[in-house]
């Protein structure tokens, strides 16, 4: 069976709707007609910032919820077996199940809004941590009796509801509660879903009057109830609703007590795919006997309680929701979980994050500006992937990113090493100096380079009391101790003076460089995807964290530099292993490559959303191929590690081209190229300058090695243009992490990478890796000390 879930206030976004406003012209017409304004210039570009005030968010996500579902039901000819939604969201399920037809649902939608958004002087706030027993407990011994609770959305994520002051004396309350992981007040202006709504509750119960509806077709779960909808009911729950909580996760519940149930959101957002899934994890199915006779509105049924309590409260800091912010009037910018508290506050601090967590760089703009501008408005940073790209292209880039992260919001742009291009890197430090590009991650370097150096002399800045800052941030990703002693050092001082010399630093410049290491954080990355030394983090971990301690003493830095983790993070147990050995913050990548955000094809991510955690392999790096410098890819269903790892070693066996044997040369230019020597050469000679290209071909070594790198430039062009006929060919960077997560993810709604979106995937595994923390915690701890201890 399947029940279709829509989204309520809180996942509204500029942009939602798309195309759905043509392809269904005539309701777009209507919708218009009802709310006097367009409902498509509301959505697609919100020119007046109208779309998170409640009387114009509540009928712009129900217009679009809904021709979701038409869009839906067109596709695939068929209708689902249960229909739900959460508050607001509850009007499309009544829509999609025949009780009104779309003008009507719009027309009561609009009057909800309307309604809702005059209410003032109240407050909302998510208790993270608590079950429904034990929030209504605390707030019985600390006389809170004018709170209510106004949204269950799942065993241990409990939105409650009441006057402004009450809400802020409640948030005393709760942080001193024993098991609370978060109190989180929400930005409304009124105390939805609780008593404060009765005059709205009255006045639309008199608008109601004028309204006959329809038979459902379809069982609509209640809000109310958290059972089917009744048509005798029909009227009353609807008036209900704006007064009593919304019992989401008992209608999950009572859902999945039906048997085999999948869960498919329709409209905007995932949200609810993300409180579903945590329901499925920490909650039990409820069997209920359809003869029971529904209880009154607002009434707790014992039924609800019956086989999820001791789950309920086994699963406290399992709760990895995200606090859904339903009849907000305005969105939520970062949505706080209980992973906030792990990792460095000051590294929180310093990139403006709620989370310790960082998307990384993906070559060629994997790592997309949709990726980064995800992560920033999600409380995370995220980081561009500039390898391979043109200077153009990297601009554009920052264009758009900046656009969009605007609020002092996070993000950076990758500064690759080219030992073959130093140009490029010159240009890079050029464009983020003048773009004001705050963030860098320095990634694959061996040793500091003049465009590196620039860039950092240029963010330096000293306050009246002589304390040096650094604005422009270098996060440096090592594998190796060497190079982290370099990053861990002030700027070499030949490159300084090199620099000085030329007039592109000051003296003041290179004087204060001299006092400050060249980065301000160090990312240890394991064995990974992409560049890697197949480091493992057990080993690499502590010593790097020696090392900066070391370093730190010998230069005597006022300011402390974080270690983060990379490489093999994939499932919550490998953050959770990173935090433990004292990582700062973790970052990802292969896991990333495998989502909506990701600038790659569908037909890669159909590849990856398949592999295990031994279906990658060792290649070498086309961009640092006569280095002899490797890289992690997918082997799964291609040819290309042992066809990159053939081109390698016969470029370091044979002196020339003209060497290797004619079978072997006929084999590459048919199989691996798919066109001749001299084809290959037309095509990359417009990428070399005149004396570059007349040395490489006087040069045979260079010559064969420059034929042999051209193969990796293809190889990946053909991934991420999603080329069907050379599939064998693809080069698609990716480390066994994402092997893992795929394991954990089967026979969810996140099984495929459709329905993975960057930030929700990093939320799972920070607050998996919380809970497990803290069940370490406990299985060391006796009750009595652990309480003691929080």
Request: aromatic fraction near 8%; charge should be negative.
């Amino acid at each position: 069976m399947i029940t279709y879930v829509f989204p309520g206030q809180g996942a509204q976004k500029k942009g939602m709707g798309g195309s759905l406003f043509d392809e269904f012209h005539e309701l777009t017409k209507q919708a218009d007609e009802v709310l006097g304004y367009s409902i498509r210039e509301l959505c697609l570009n919100d020119p007046e910032g109208k779309l998170n005030q409640t009387q114009f968010t509540q009928p712009a996500l129900y217009t679009v919820n809904a021709l979701s579902y038409l869009k839906k039901i067109i596709d695939t000819g068929q209708k689902p077996d249960f229909v739900a939604g959460h508050s607001l969201g509850e009007y499309n399920a009544l829509f999609a199940s025949g009780a009104f037809d779309f003008k009507t649902g719009l027309e009561l939608v609009k009057k909800r809004g309307e309604l809702m958004s005059r209410a003032t002087g109240g407050g909302m706030a998510a208790v993270i941590g608590l079950t429904e027993e034990k929030i209504r407990e605390t707030l019985l011994m600390n006389r809170l009796d004018g709170i209510n609770v106004a949204n269950l959305n799942a065993p241990v994520q409990i939105v409650i509801s009441g006057t402004k002051a009450d809400i802020e004396q409640a948030q005393t309350v709760f942080e001193k509660t024993n098991g609370v992981e978060m109190f989180v007040p929400l930005r409304t202006s009124g105390a939805f879903h609780s008593r404060y709504m009765q005059e709205a509750k009255q006045e639309f119960k008199e608008f109601l009057a004028q309204y006959h509806f329809l038979d459902m077709k379809i069982p609509v779960i209640s809000n109310v109830q958290a059972r089917p909808y009744t048509a005798s009911a029909l009227r009353e729950n609807m008036v209900e609703q704006i007064t009593q909580p919304v019992k989401w996760t008992e209608s999950i519940r009572y859902l999945m007590g039906k048997g085999h149930m999948t869960f498919e959101e329709i409209g905007v957002g995932k949200v609810l795919t993300g409180l579903i899934t945590r329901i499925q994890a920490e909650a039990e199915p409820l069997i209920v006997n359809e003869e029971e006779r529904l209880s009154k509105p607002g009434e707790r049924e014992s039924a609800a309680q019956a086989g999820g309590t001791a789950k309920e409260e086994s699963a406290k800091a399992k709760s990895s929701v995200a606090v859904l912010e339903c009849e907000a009037q305005a969105p939520v910018e970062k949505q706080v979980h209980m992973a906030a508290v792990l990792g460095d506050t000051a590294f929180k601090q310093d990139y403006n994050l709620t989370y310790a967590y960082m998307s990384g760089a993906m070559y060629r703009g994997i790592a997309s500006k949709e990726m980064v501008i995800r992560m920033g408005k999600a409380g995370m940073l995220g980081v561009f992937g500039t390898g391979g790209l043109s200077i153009a292209d990297v601009e554009a880039a920052v264009t758009d990113i900046q656009k969009e992260l605007g609020q002092g919001q996070a993000y950076g742009f990758n500064f690759l090493y080219s030992p073959s291009d130093s140009r490029k890197e010159e240009q890079l430090a050029e464009l983020f100096i003048a773009r004001g590009v705050k963030v860098i991650e320095a990634s694959a370097y061996l040793s500091i380079t003049p465009a590196l150096v620039r860039y950092r002399a240029k963010g330096l800045r000293q306050d009246e009391r002589g304390v040096l800052s650094a604005t422009n941030k270098i996060i440096a990703k090592v594998s190796r101790p060497e190079v982290a002693e370099v990053f861990l050092s002030p700027a070499p001082e030949r490159i300084v003076a090199k620099l000085l010399a030329e007039q592109l630093i000051t003296n003041q410049e290179a004087q204060r460089l001299s006092k400050v290491p060249m980065a301000d954080d160090l990312t240890v990355e394991a064995d990974s995807g992409g560049h890697t030394d197949g480091g493992v983090a057990y080993a690499l971990m502590p010593a790097m964290r020696k090392l900066r301690d070391e370093m730190m003493v010998k230069y005597r830095y006022p300011k402390r530099i974080r270690v983060g983790a990379a490489g093999g993070i994939g499932t919550l147990e490998a953050a959770a292993a990173a935090f433990i050995m004292g990582a700062d913050y973790i970052v990802t990548g292969s896991i990333n490559q495998c989502t909506v955000e990701a600038a790659t094809s569908d037909t890669v991510k159909d590849m990856l959303q398949q592999i295990n955690v031994q279906d990658t392999e060792y290649a070498p790096a086309g961009d640092m191929f006569e280095l002899g410098a490797k890289i992690q890819v997918l082997r799964r269903g291609v040819f290309f590690p042992s066809r990159a790892n053939k081109l390698y070693d016969l470029y370091r066996m044979h002196a020339s081209l003209e060497d290797i044997d004619e079978k072997t040369k006929l084999q590459i230019q048919d199989k691996y190229f798919k066109r001749s020597f001299e084809q290959v050469l037309a095509e990359i000679k417009a990428y070399y300058s005149p004396q570059e290209w007349e040395q490489a071909l006087n040069n045979p070594k260079q010559k064969m090695a420059m034929l042999f790198k051209w193969y990796f430039t293809y190889s990946s062009r053909l991934a991420l243009q999603g080329s069907e006929e050379s599939k064998v060919d693809y080069q698609v960077h990716c480390g066994p992490a994402l092997g893992a997560l795929n394991q954990e993810l089967k026979g969810t709604a996140l099984e495929s990478w459709r329905n993975r979106h960057v930030d929700e995937l990093a939320l799972l595994l920070l607050d998996g890796a919380a809970q497990r923390l803290k069940e370490q915690l406990n299985a060391i701890l006796s009750v009595d000390e652990l309480r003691t201890d929080m």
